[in-house]
């Protein structure tokens, strides 16, 4: 019985002896790891200041926010920090200045005064360029958020219309923003257009586009209802034509509305295209028609263009039969974020 007792005592020394060498090695190695991540934030502080100091640019009254600012190769760094500083830039904000600025805007930055920069760096399209855009027009516009402040002056919508266009230098990307602020060469003719076989009037598109467009068709009848195009690629003159029918029947102001100037239409990228169910008489779609193509349209690699509600942004009226090819997957994307193509361009294409 003696014998049994000394084991179990002996047993239990030997859990106790495992356990504190446990706790030993685990105490130390946190120790470890906590001088090592010591080590390296103090490393980043040192690189900071020690950049400064042989810039002869340290600035003991700065001392407390060199320490939390992390140094970046950049030859003007030291310049940089100490006016960033200077103007009332918080540390924490000059790391983002530096974390999401490039060269050339961490310059701009530089020869400004002091910017509202905090409320714009977490904007993955924000242009400091733009800033000062940006800031009236978010006074004039205080019910928009500040992202939809952004996105909307990067479209330009903080000028007139057709004011400061820029001639598409990609016309046969198929992923090319045209609008109202943003036009084709006059000469442009897409390469491989091909007439649509579901169509009335001869209409084309480019092939891909035009393959996809049968295959929505063939879609729709199996839901019930028929589809044609009635109007795809329009060329330059083609367009001046017709908006000039329109300017003439309804004054610029209305026609504007509905109808894109010369060298400003969709159409001529060969990437659009208008359709209509034959069995409505004097109209484009029916509302059941409608939203069977909203919800089915981006599977062949179509979005509304012009959806309701969205004037403010596109420029035009709601247009249920204007669809626009993009290819499936970033029309899909575009469908399913509720954006306009405008704004889905700027925030995750054009950035």
């Not at 800031?135 to 919508?157: F, G, H, S």
């Not at 579901?198 to 598109?205: E, G, H, Q, R, W």
């Not at 954006?339 to 950035?351: Q, S």
């Amino acid at each position: 019985m003696k014998l049994k007792k000394w084991c179990k005592y002996f047993i239990a020394l030997i859990i106790i002896i495992i356990l504190v060498v446990i706790g030993y090695f685990c105490f130390f190695y946190h120790k470890e790891t906590k001088d090592k991540t010591t080590f390296v934030e103090k490393e980043k502080v040192n690189k900071t200041i020690e950049v400064l100091k042989a810039d002869n640019l340290y600035d003991s009254k700065y001392s407390h926010d060199y320490k939390q600012i992390e140094y970046v190769e950049n030859e003007n760094f030291s310049k940089y920090v100490n006016d960033f500083l200077k103007k009332g830039y918080a540390a924490t904000t000059v790391n983002q200045i530096f974390k999401n600025l490039s060269a050339e805007e961490l310059d701009y930055v530089f020869k400004n005064e002091k910017m509202n920069l905090e409320d714009y760096l977490e904007y993955r399209n924000f242009d400091v360029d733009k800033y000062s855009r940006y800031e009236k027009y978010a006074k004039d516009n205080k019910d928009l958020k500040l992202q939809d402040v952004i996105t909307r002056v990067n479209l330009k919508l903080d000028y007139n219309y057709y004011e400061n266009a820029t001639e598409i230098s990609n016309p046969s990307d198929i992923n090319v923003l045209v609008n109202k602020y943003n036009y084709l060469p006059s000469n442009y003719v897409p390469a491989n257009l091909t007439k649509i076989k579901s169509s009335n009037t001869n209409a084309t598109m480019i092939k891909e586009a035009a393959d996809a467009f049968e295959k929505l068709v063939a879609e729709a009848k199996k839901a019930g209802f028929t589809l044609l195009a009635t109007t795809a690629y329009r060329g330059y003159n083609f367009q001046k034509i017709l908006y000039d029918k329109y300017v003439k029947e309804d004054g610029i102001a209305k026609a504007d509305t509905y109808s894109a100037r010369p060298g400003f239409s969709e159409h001529q990228t060969g990437l659009t295209v208008d359709v209509r169910n034959p069995a409505i008489k004097d109209a484009r779609l029916s509302d059941e028609n409608y939203a069977w193509i909203k919800e089915h349209c981006s599977e062949f690699g179509f979005i509304i263009r012009y959806p309701h509600n969205t004037t403010d942004v596109t420029g035009y009226i709601e247009e249920s039969w204007h669809l626009r090819y993009l290819g499936i997957e970033t029309a899909k994307k575009v469908m399913d974020s509720n954006l306009t193509y405008d704004e889905y361009y700027d925030l995750y294409i054009a950035h």
